[in-house]
């Protein structure tokens, strides 16, 4: 017959993770790659003006370095995409590899300045 559960036991359990080999690296991927919600959705507070990471050109082929939110502006981000952005990530962007997370991250991904459960750091 088996032990009876103990919620403690989880409590226990859930503790040695740390230690666990590779623990963090293999949810930070699972994260990244498997992300909860794959858009965030919200409003702008007050009027906004976005920094591009990289310059776009409008339709006369002026470059475009921000661009201007108006207050109560609904703002989409596509969290999938931005976690899979070989701009940021590298060409293996699409991979499961959390050994990436074992190094410092690449320059790119400290730059990106990207906000998540683990802060992509």
Known sequence: MSQPFHVLDVFSRAAQLPACYWSHENVRG???LYCASHTYASST????VLPLSTPISDVNGCKIYEIAIPKNTNV???IWNLNRDPSI???DAAEWKPE????PLPESVE??????VYANT
């Open 30 to 32: 699972i994260l990244c």
């Open 45 to 48: 507070q007050s009027d906004v």
């Open 76 to 78: 989409f981000l596509h």
């Open 89 to 91: 990530w590298g060409d």
């Open 100 to 103: 990436r997370w074992l190094a």
């Open 111 to 116: 730059a990106a300045k990207i906000q998540g």
